[in-house]
């Protein structure tokens, strides 16, 4: 049984996007590997990415509402789903639910391709591409042609979303993938399986990695075709790549921008401690050359971006120390401030 977003982040279907927004980076924060050493943390904070992935984005989060589970799957046609469930007598509710004529969830789901596979770390999954029903699978370069004879496999294509810090530190990615295999009658069934796959490091959003032979069966002891993946790397809170180089949100406490600090980082090659200059302000960025993505000839630079944080707390005595802070100030902090 599938989990519901709009619960996977805590907040109502009602919610507007800044209580979506607040309630991810709320749990994020907690749930994140780096600050959180329980086992299941990780898997967690996956998961909390994935539901932000479709409920931050206006155009996903209307899908999802109206189509449920299925309009996550790769390859799905919004447009399609309304015929086919119009021709049908019913429409998918919020849910996942379907309503009305001969099991409209399944045929949306083979439209579109089974559930997602391997979590939210990145499910992958398609119906036949080319002839027959459209799905997650769309046939590239040379299918089957005609009948008998040597025929390479089609070549399948598909989506797979990935944190970018699995990425980077090389994890594997589970990927389930539907693949079409005909029976000597003429028909075809689906076969399933789980593959993992190492994404490249230095991959941008929207990438392909090829899996040469994983696509579609060949006839006649002919070759099997190509699995195509489509790579988009979910968000983190902290961390974001830009071409080789890599930028990371570093907390500050107050007493550590005002009066210098070293302190440790995390890097691709390992924690390393850092001189934090005194009078750091919020966005003042901190270059570690050759910390960043692999590429040709070396690496790209991680950015520590620091972001100076007051403590989270309505104790009357944290606030007397901030307003004792108030007579430091040079002048209006605001001056200038016009659009």
Same mark, same amino acid.
């Given at each position: 049984?599938s !989990?519901?977003l709009? %619960?996977?982040l805590?907040? %109502?279907?009602?919610? +507007?996007?800044?209580?979506?927004?607040k *309630?991810y980076?709320?749990?994020?924060?907690?749930?994140?590997? @780096?600050?959180?050493?329980? &086992?299941?943390?990780?898997?967690?904070?996956?998961?909390?990415?994935a539901?932000? @992935?479709v409920?931050?984005?206006?155009?996903?989060?209307?899908?999802?509402?109206?189509?449920?589970?299925?309009?996550?799957?790769?390859?799905?046609?919004?447009?399609?789903?309304?015929?086919?469930?119009?021709?049908?007598?019913?429409?998918?509710?919020?849910?996942?639910? #379907?309503?009305?004529?001969?099991?409209?969830?399944?045929?949306?789901?083979?439209? #579109?391709?089974?559930?997602?596979?391997?979590?939210?770390?990145?499910?992958?999954?398609?119906?036949?591409?080319?002839g027959?029903? &459209?799905g997650?699978?769309?046939?590239?370069?040379?299918?089957?042609?005609? $009948?008998?004879?040597?025929?390479?496999? $089609?070549?399948? =294509?598909?989506?797979?979303?990935?944190?970018?810090?699995?990425?980077?530190?090389?994890?594997?990615?589970?990927?389930?993938?539907?693949?079409?295999?005909?029976?000597?009658?003429? %028909?075809? $069934?689906m076969?399933? %399986?789980?593959?993992?796959?190492?994404?490249?490091?230095?991959i941008?959003d929207?990438?392909?990695?090829?899996?040469?032979?994983?696509?579609?069966?060949?006839?006649?002891?002919?070759? *099997?075709?190509?699995?195509?993946?489509?790579?988009?790397?979910? &968000?983190s809170?902290?961390?974001r790549? =830009?071409?080789? +180089?890599?930028?990371?949100d570093?907390?500050?406490?107050? *007493?550590?921008?005002?009066?210098?600090?070293?302190? =440790?980082?995390? !890097?691709l090659?390992?924690?390393? $401690?850092?001189?934090?200059?005194?009078?750091a302000?919020?966005?003042?960025?901190?270059?570690?050359?050759g910390?960043?993505?692999?590429? &040709?000839? /070396?690496?790209?630079?991680?950015?520590?971006?620091l972001?100076? !944080?007051?403590?989270? !707390?309505?104790?009357?005595? *944290?606030?007397?120390?901030?307003?004792?802070?108030?007579? #430091?100030? +040079? /002048? +209006?902090?605001?001056?200038?401030l016009?659009?």
């Open positions: 049984m !989990t519901d709009y %619960s996977v805590g907040v %109502s279907r009602g919610a +507007d996007q800044a209580d979506v927004k *309630a980076k709320d749990l994020a924060r907690k749930f994140h590997p @780096d600050r959180n050493p329980e &086992p299941s943390a990780a898997d967690r904070f996956k998961e909390i990415n539901a932000y @992935d409920l931050g984005d206006d155009e996903k989060r209307k899908l999802y509402d109206k189509f449920g589970d299925v309009s996550l799957k790769p390859g799905f046609d919004a447009e399609a789903a309304r015929r086919y469930s119009q021709q049908f007598g019913g429409m998918p509710g919020g849910g996942g639910g #379907f309503g009305g004529g001969p099991d409209l969830g399944d045929i949306l789901s083979s439209m #579109f391709g089974g559930g997602m596979g391997g979590g939210p770390a990145g499910g992958f999954s398609g119906g036949m591409g080319g027959g029903m &459209p997650g699978f769309a046939g590239a370069g040379r299918g089957y042609g005609g $009948r008998g004879g040597n025929q390479r496999g $089609r070549d399948l =294509e598909g989506d797979v979303r990935v944190h970018v810090g699995q990425v980077l530190r090389g994890d594997p990615v589970e990927v389930t993938v539907r693949r079409p295999v005909y029976q000597g009658d003429g %028909s075809v $069934r076969s399933q %399986s789980t593959l993992k796959v190492r994404v490249p490091e230095g941008d929207g990438g392909v990695v090829r899996l040469r032979g994983k696509g579609a069966p060949g006839r006649g002891g002919a070759p *099997a075709g190509d699995l195509l993946l489509k790579v988009h790397l979910t &968000p809170p902290y961390l790549k =830009e071409g080789e +180089d890599l930028y990371m570093v907390p500050l406490t107050i *007493a550590e921008a005002l009066g210098g600090a070293r302190i =440790e980082v995390p !890097t090659d390992g924690p390393v $401690r850092v001189k934090v200059p005194a009078g302000t919020s966005g003042q960025k901190m270059r570690l050359r910390k960043g993505v692999l590429k &040709p000839g /070396g690496r790209g630079d991680l950015y520590l971006v972001r100076p !944080t007051v403590p989270e !707390t309505d104790d009357p005595e *944290a606030l007397e120390a901030a307003e004792a802070l108030d007579r #430091f100030y +040079d /002048g +209006d902090v605001r001056a200038g016009e659009l």
